[in-house]
């Protein structure tokens, strides 16, 4: 299983952002999916994660301001980032789950960096 995480890029605060997390292998629809970042010095978080049912969830610091969201038919996943402070700032990461609702997560993409301006 390979993820390609795509969609980083310089935003000031307040902007947005989609990333794209494409996946390759025939079974990423039967598999839990997440978002994780990690900022300059410290260790990586939790972001978001979406169920293969689709149900989701947020890590508290950017609850009501990003959205995961998954196309079965095209093997990606996705991260709207709205609303997007210095503070979310970090290098992200794609990861697949061992299962279907949860993890812990087996492959991870190679990240891409969204650098939020004040």
């Known amino acids: 299983v390979q993820l390609q995480a795509s969609g980083g890029g310089l935003v000031q605060a307040g902007g947005s952002l989609r990333l794209s997390c494409a996946a390759s292998g025939r079974t990423f629809s039967g598999y839990a999916m997440a978002w994780f970042r990690q900022a300059p010095g410290k260790e990586r978080e939790f972001v978001a994660t979406?169920?293969?049912?689709?149900?989701?969830d947020y890590a508290d610091v950017v609850k009501g301001r990003v959205t995961i969201s998954r196309d079965n038919a095209k093997n990606t996943i996705y991260l709207q980032m709205n609303s997007l402070k210095p503070e979310d700032t970090a290098v992200y990461y794609c990861a697949r789950a061992r299962g279907a609702v949860s993890g812990p997560y087996d492959y991870w993409g190679q990240g891409t960096l969204v650098t939020v301006s004040s």
């Open positions: 979406i169920t293969n049912g689709g149900r989701t």
